[in-house]
């Protein structure tokens, strides 16, 4: 068996959460490969909202297995406080062992380079995500496995400040408190570790066996990307179809269906080339019709038209079989709306997503508006102007649109094709 998969193809925030719970009914388990606490998926079922920022939006399937794999970055804090809204996890978490642990000095540290950035800031969340990989990377960090052994855990981070004094003095960093870090260490272990375990091994078993339907989720969207997305202004993991791979110990053999997920218009959050973005009345409109307010920060997305062009190079990517088309209904009541088909940049006009999108301009294409789709759940009964532009679409990034939100609700979802 093949583990299906699902993520965002544009700035993140494209709504992966109510997708992957939708599916997530028909899948036995279901996974985060990538990313921290930075990211947030906000689910509403019957008028409830959940936000999740680590645990895997399978969680609200009493009958599936969560699994945080060794691609993303874990504060064991703010898992704990997440984990808190849930009864009777035993045997539907799991997080790998080799998950590295996002401390409150890593956070310290992402605040403090901001600072220092100062009219050059990335626009991190500050939520310690960078340092924690800069630290994987450089071979300074600690996973989840080292629970086990608190006194070893604590000599280490001791250490590791002790080795790079001069650099925290610098950042204005102070080191731990000893007994209070030991103290946080052993509150940490006993609320995890009977949750860590080695995922890949399981994954292995699971896929071999048959018997369990696996859906990987990513976080943020591919233009966040460390490698492909709008470099330096990108999250510090692979947010890509490929980054599941890496994240989780499984083989590109192993992955089966990919879905696309996009928002009909498109947003960013924090700093860095937008080349889409409506600065006037109508991109106050999309963020005051699609509360476009970050679940993990409340900061405020940047809001425009749909990038035909970065929604191509995405799909193209990640090697989308289909695309997931959330918030429509956001678009509901626009007299006209905007596809971006193609841009100026260095005087020519181009079809593709250059390296560098600074001083990219977009070259729009204009198409009737709609009344409204809210609620709408067969995909004949939209309006003209709403299939116009889905189909328009379709045809502008190349790949099929096969499933359609028409509110934030659960309930409210065109499938235009039966899902096993």
């Given amino acids: 068996m093949k583990a299906d998969l699902i993520v965002g193809i544009q700035w993140g925030d494209e709504g992966k959460g109510k997708i992957v719970d939708l599916l997530a009914q028909n899948y036995g388990v279901v996974c985060r490969y990538q990313g921290g606490h930075n990211a947030g998926h906000t689910i509403v079922v019957d008028g409830r909202r959940v936000a999740l920022h680590l645990i895997?939006?399978?969680?609200?399937?009493?009958?599936?297995?969560?699994?945080?794999?060794?691609?993303?970055?874990?504060?064991?804090?703010?898992?704990?406080?997440?984990?808190?809204?849930?009864?009777?996890?035993?045997?539907?978490?799991?997080?790998?062992?080799?998950?590295h642990l996002i401390f409150p000095y890593h956070e310290e540290i992402d605040r403090a380079k901001e600072r220092l950035r100062g009219s050059?800031?990335?626009?991190?969340?500050?939520r310690g995500i960078g340092p924690a990989y800069a630290d994987k990377v450089s071979r300074q960090g600690h996973r989840m496995g080292e629970l086990e052994d608190i006194e070893k855990l604590h000599?280490?981070?001791?250490?590791?400040?002790?080795?790079?004094r001069p650099y925290f003095q610098a950042l204005g960093v102070e080191p731990p408190e000893g007994e209070?870090?030991?103290?946080?260490?052993?509150?940490?272990?006993?609320?995890?570790?009977?949750?860590?375990?080695?995922?890949t091994q399981y994954l292995w078993e699971v896929l071999e066996r048959g018997e369990r339907r696996v859906l990987l989720e990513g976080a943020q969207g591919t233009l966040l990307d460390i490698d492909h997305g709008t470099y330096p202004y990108v999250t510090s993991s692979n947010t890509i179809a490929a980054g599941a791979c890496s994240g989780l110990g499984l083989a590109p053999k192993d992955i089966g269906?990919?879905?696309?997920?996009?928002?009909?218009?498109?947003?960013?959050?924090?700093?860095?080339?937008?080349?889409?973005?409506?600065?006037g009345l109508d991109g106050e409109r999309?963020?005051?019709?699609?509360?476009?307010?970050?679940?993990?920060?409340?900061?405020?997305?940047?809001?425009?038209?749909?990038?035909?062009?970065?929604?191509?190079?995405?799909?193209?990517?990640?090697?989308?079989?289909?695309?997931?088309?959330?918030?429509?209904?956001?678009?509901?009541?626009?007299?006209?709306?905007?596809?971006?088909?193609?841009?100026?940049?260095?005087?020519?006009?181009?079809?593709?997503?250059?390296s560098d999108l600074e001083g990219v301009e977009p070259l729009y294409i204009e198409m009737e508006g709609w009344e409204s789709v809210q609620g709408i759940d067969n995909y004949r009964d939209l309006p003209k102007g709403a299939r116009a532009y889905i189909e328009k679409l379709e045809e502008l990034v190349e790949t099929p649109i096969s499933i359609i939100s028409t509110s934030p609700d659960r309930k409210d979802t065109i499938f235009r094709k039966e899902r096993p």
């Fill in 120 to 126: 050059k800031a990335i626009g991190t969340t500050g």
């Fill in 286 to 354: 999309l963020r005051r019709q699609g509360n476009e307010f970050g679940t993990t920060t409340g900061r405020a997305r940047r809001c425009g038209w749909f990038d035909a062009v970065a929604a191509r190079y995405a799909c193209r990517i990640n090697g989308c079989h289909e695309l997931a088309l959330m918030k429509l209904d956001v678009l509901d009541g626009f007299d006209r709306v905007k596809i971006c088909v193609s841009y100026r940049y260095r005087g020519e006009e181009i079809d593709y997503l250059p």
């Fill in 56 to 99: 895997p939006s399978g969680i609200l399937n009493p009958e599936a297995v969560n699994v945080i794999g060794n691609g993303v970055v874990v504060s064991p804090k703010a898992l704990i406080e997440e984990m808190a809204q849930f009864d009777n996890l035993e045997g539907r978490l799991l997080i790998s062992d080799k998950a």
């Fill in 155 to 164: 000599q280490k981070i001791m250490d590791y400040f002790e080795t790079n």
């Fill in 257 to 279: 269906n990919v879905i696309g997920i996009a928002k009909a218009y498109s947003t960013r959050v924090g700093n860095g080339p937008f080349p889409t973005e409506d600065h």
């Fill in 180 to 199: 209070r870090l030991k103290e946080e260490l052993k509150r940490y272990r006993e609320a995890l570790l009977p949750y860590v375990t080695d995922v």
